[in-house]
């Protein structure tokens, strides 16, 4: 793995601190910036300090410009791929990277390929509590539309492009 520690912090749309952990660069492609967990990597949610440790390694791709991120992760976790529905990332220097939540998941299982959308009813419930302008809607159900059908069909980077930047974890 490479040597290069970048923070991962996730926002709602009011700012509130969400989701954040520590990975590790693993380097760049045409799809975005990869990083790297470890197994035992330390998840930590809002003030709560550590949630849970992660029991798969697991690789993360932020795309340049697109909403949303990527989550690829190893057996045994149930899914495969777990995508969040985001604001672009936005990149404060090479050790932070941020987004802002927009709470649909678009996932895929393991064991059977299926592909579903999580979390419409809390896109729903904030859209009215955090006033989330029609653009960003629009931007987050597109998103969602979009990835369901790249995550069914394998469109890369569903496919097996991500297969050789799990290897590269610890």
Known sequence: MGEAEVRVVVHKFDGSLHWHHS??????????VWLGAPIGTVYSKGGEGEVYATEERRVMLFPRS????????????????????????EWLGAGEVTTVDLDLDVCRIRQDG?????????????QERY??????????????EWLSGALRDGTEPFGNRYRSWLEQVG
Do not use: K, N
């Open 23 to 32: 990975m590790v660069r693993l380097g760049e492609d045409e799809h975005g």
């Open 66 to 89: 697109a909403w949303w991120t990527a989550l690829f992760q190893s057996a045994p976790a149930r899914l495969d791929v777990y995508c969040d529905v985001t604001t672009p990332p």
């Open 114 to 126: 299926s592909v579903f959308v999580d979390d419409e009813d809390e896109f729903i419930s904030h």
């Open 131 to 144: 006033r989330y302008p029609q653009d960003v809607i629009r931007h987050a159900e597109s998103t969602a």
